[in-house]
């Protein structure tokens, strides 16, 4: 009996420092991925200012063909929304819009996870030697849930070899076309 209670006492410490060390992680996560694509910035921004236009070099619509999109607002910039639902769980079900766009330069999303949570993406668009670096961000506050920071760990390692294949689609397209 005694080896049952020092077993669950000692299960109940790991429990609460797991806890309690959950709230040294950080709070807000941002992972971030570029390349250069051999072209000029006016080339590569439409593919990135539109939802519509991210179905040709998105990384995760090839996992689910009988992924279900829709589209709201206008065909491009501020407004432009896609709502996507799938059975995949790699691909889930949420919404997309772009709160933001300066042309050839910065466009900037909302995304709704809806139970998973909400978070913000944007691709940044500079010159460079040889055509135009793109880098695609994303970022998201934790809040105060312990299993989110500790999820928060390895949201690099889950979205960033995502945005890294969507690069090399994107750059395939844009230096393709």
Sequence with gaps: MKLVIGLLKGFAIVVVALIAIAYLLPSEVTVSRSTVISAPAEDVFPHVNSMQATEAWSPWLSRDPNVELSYDGPEEGVGNTL??????????????????????????????????????????????????????????????????????????????ADYEKGLANLKGLVEGG
Excluded at 105 to 119: I, K, N, S
Excluded at 123 to 150: I, Q, S, Y
């Design 83 to 160: 709502r996507w639902a799938s059975d995949e769980p790699s691909v889930g079900k949420g919404m997309q819009v772009i709160t933001a766009s300066i042309p050839n330069e910065r466009v900037e999303t909302a995304l709704d996870f809806g139970p998973q949570g909400l978070a913000n993406a944007y691709f940044d668009l500079e010159p460079a030697e040889g055509g135009t670096a793109v880098t695609w961000g994303f970022h998201t506050k934790l809040g105060m849930n312990p299993l989110a920071r500790w999820m928060g760990l390895m949201f690099d390692g889950w979205i960033g």
